[in-house]
């Protein structure tokens, strides 16, 4: 680990730790005047500092365990009880960890030097749904799915902005299951600017949003539903590999960029035929509009860029365990997603320099290999405490940065497998959780 990389983690550390340490920080992301002034073992800090540490097993359980690295005893011993941590969180707001997340976001944007496409940030919008705590508060809340067997079960809609390319997610949001996919697009476009590229799933592609984006002076690359877009269905028909068209807004779309303050000028796109080695024909629409630079056949392999988003939700929900909430609360639900986006993000933010020491020392080799990512999520549990408490970090840095370069997996591509229609989910219940 070179001098340039532990000035880049020792500046990103540290603009978190200042954050944390803020009293500004604690004014605004406190529920009321007298939350956190006492003099308590539950301190602001600390219960973000908990949270943080990817909860997962019983609360009373994981307390104990946390306060054990404090400690450095070697049996655990009760120091607060979970009753007064669940007091003590209703006291914080959830936004403190949207802002933490952000501020990580920047730093890594600022002070590094992150992989692009052709110049562009490459960045794809996706959506999931996530399993909640069943109880009628979120219910009321988010909402709730209607199986054919079997009562309601609550459930969020998700969303995020994810850098395909360096695996950070620079906004993610969960919402009310009634909120629908482009209206949560839409939200994340406050974090997009000139000289990005967005990736998008056929669910995406609307007129006002397209506006929204250009509003951005971004770029886009997304695949329409042929059925759904009649200058679709006439470029297929044509059996041309490109063309260029008008998009004209309808009276729906109109409305929705009035509503939005867009504009309704007719879009110039460019539908790009892609056929499949199934033999299904998708099309695609940029406003990529130089053929020169950027020629139809690049446009294949770009839209297969989006599939690392949907990657990150399965370490999301595989690893992370966002679904395995600690708490059944509203509040807990959103402190806990946002939580669990934020270390996400810290262990990307901390593969990023090792991932180029690995790559480097792979060339030799049959494959390219990577950061084992599901290794060093483990290894950040207890781990991310001491790298936002500690003065000295330097002895934890070098173990950390060992355990990056020396855990790797080959990248093996062009790779396929059939996806499964049908893949049994897996459920966390709130009262019986898992041991260490």
């Not at 024909?281 to 392999?301: G, W, Y």
Request: charged letters at 25%.
């Amino acid at each position: 680990m070179d001098s340039s990389t532990v000035e880049f983690y020792i500046g990103y550390l540290s603009r978190i730790k200042q954050l944390l340490e803020s009293n500004a920080f604690k004014e605004r992301y406190r529920t009321c005047e007298k939350a956190f002034t006492r003099n308590r073992t539950l301190t602001f800090p600390i219960v973000i500092l908990f949270l943080l540490n990817l909860v997962k097993r019983g609360l009373q359980d994981e307390l104990d365990e946390f306060f054990k690295a404090f400690t450095g005893d070697k049996v655990a011993t009760r120091v607060v009880t979970k009753s007064a941590f669940c007091q003590a969180r209703r006291k914080l707001d959830y936004r403190a960890f949207i802002e933490l997340n952000q501020a990580q976001v920047d730093y890594f944007y600022q002070e590094n030097e992150p992989y692009l496409w052709h110049g562009f940030r490459l960045l794809a919008i996706d959506g999931s749904m996530a399993d909640l705590p069943q109880n009628e508060a979120v219910k009321d809340h988010f909402g709730v799915w209607h199986p054919r067997s079997g009562g309601t079960c609550a459930k969020a809609r998700l969303s995020q902005l994810f850098d395909v390319l360096n695996k950070v997610t620079v906004d993610a949001l969960i919402a009310p299951k009634a909120e629908d996919e482009r209206s949560l697009a839409a939200s994340h476009l406050t974090h997009v600017q000139g000289g990005d590229l967005l990736l998008m799933d056929r669910g995406y592609p609307a007129f006002w949003l397209f506006a929204a984006i250009l509003q951005r002076t971004a770029h886009f690359c997304a695949r329409l539903t042929v059925s759904e877009w009649k200058v679709a269905q006439k470029f297929v028909a044509s059996e041309k590999e490109e063309q260029d068209v008008l998009l004209q807004p309808g009276y729906a779309a109109k409305k929705r960029c009035a509503e939005r303050h867009l504009s309704t000028d007719p879009i110039r796109v460019r539908l790009i035929r892609v056929e499949l080695s199934t033999g299904e024909i998708e099309v695609l629409t940029t406003n990529l509009l130089n053929r020169t630079e950027f020629p139809a056949s690049r446009f294949q392999d770009l839209y297969r860029l989006r599939w690392p988003v949907e990657g990150d939700y399965r370490v999301m929900k595989s690893h992370v365990e966002i679904e395995n909430w600690s708490g059944k609360s509203v509040q807990a639900v959103y402190q806990d997603f946002h939580a669990a986006v934020f270390s996400k993000n810290m262990a990307a933010i901390l593969t990023h320099p090792a991932q180029q020491e690995v790559a480097q020392r792979s060339q030799q080799r049959e494959y390219v290999y990577q950061v084992n990512m599901t290794n060093l999520i483990s290894k950040l549990k207890d781990t991310i405490v001491f790298l936002l408490q500690d003065s000295d970090i330097y002895s934890l840095l070098q173990s950390l940065w060992r355990q990056m370069v020396e855990t790797t997996e080959p990248i093996r591509l062009d790779r396929t497998s059939l996806r499964k229609q049908r893949v049994k989910r897996k459920r966390f219940a709130m009262n019986c959780k898992a041991v260490r």
